[in-house]
């Protein structure tokens, strides 16, 4: 099998020098790429920018921002098995990159902020998609019912969803996780190594069950 997994924030620039990102470390996607190689399988890795040693036998694909991001996702999808979008991609970018370092101003400055483009969705979209597709949702309330609304809103497979405050950054993770069928489980708070190599269990048991209904 061969899975393709993002990970890690994006930034979106705002000028030369800075950008808009968030706090994910990458760990949870890495980990994934990790217990996937350890059984056995291809792995394609598509990283925004992290403190972390790509897994040695994976293809690395090395991106900056969402709309980077969302190209290298869109060119592999299709030959992959199980898509899973781990990375915290932003939101919304700047509408204008400024090509010069914006000054500072004593009266203080709006950036005009425009939404990226929604790399999950679009795949959840296509119609004849043959892959897996994983999202994920890291929540700070309502969480459950949060991430049955993305399990729909954005047509995939399988949600895994998480507590914002206590997964992003750490070394240890709590899971809920969402099927398209209105299955759940959860996994209570261990080590993301584990949570990894349970999560590809599960993720590999799905793709099989749907292959089977397809035929
Ligand atoms: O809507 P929200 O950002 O909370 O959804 C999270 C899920 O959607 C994650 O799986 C994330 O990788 C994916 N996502 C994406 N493209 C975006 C925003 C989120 O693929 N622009």
New binding site residues.
């Given amino acids: 099998m061969t899975f393709l997994i993002?990970a890690g924030p994006t930034r979106e620039p705002i000028d030369p020098v800075r950008y808009i990102s968030n706090r994910s470390s990458g760990k949870m996607g890495y980990a994934i790429a990790e217990a996937a190689l350890d059984a056995g399988h291809e792995v394609i890795l598509i990283s925004g920018p992290v403190n972390l040693a790509p897994p040695r036998n994976a293809k690395f694909i090395s991106v900056s921002t969402?709309d980077e991001m969302s190209d290298a996702v869109h060119q592999h999808a299709n030959s992959s098995d199980i898509c899973v979008?781990?990375?915290a991609?932003a939101?919304y970018k700047a509408a204008k990159v400024s090509p010069v370092k914006i000054k500072k101003s004593a009266n203080g400055i709006s950036i005009q902020l425009v939404p990226?483009?929604?790399?999950?969705q679009s795949l959840g979209r296509q119609s004849t998609r043959k892959f897996l597709l994983v999202?994920?949702?890291a929540e700070t309330d309502y969480l459950e019912a949060n991430a049955v609304k993305?399990l729909r809103a954005?047509n995939c497979d399988i949600i895994v969803a998480n507590d914002a405050r206590s997964g992003m950054e750490s070394d240890e993770n709590e899971l809920l996780i969402l099927f398209r069928d209105g299955e759940m489980k959860k996994i209570s708070r261990a080590p993301k190594k584990f949570l990894a190599s349970e999560l590809v269990k599960i993720f590999l048991n799905s793709r099989e069950n749907r292959l089977t209904k397809n035929v």
């Fill in positions: 993002t969402s979008l781990c990375a991609v939101d990226t483009r929604d790399i999950l999202g994920f949702a993305k954005k």
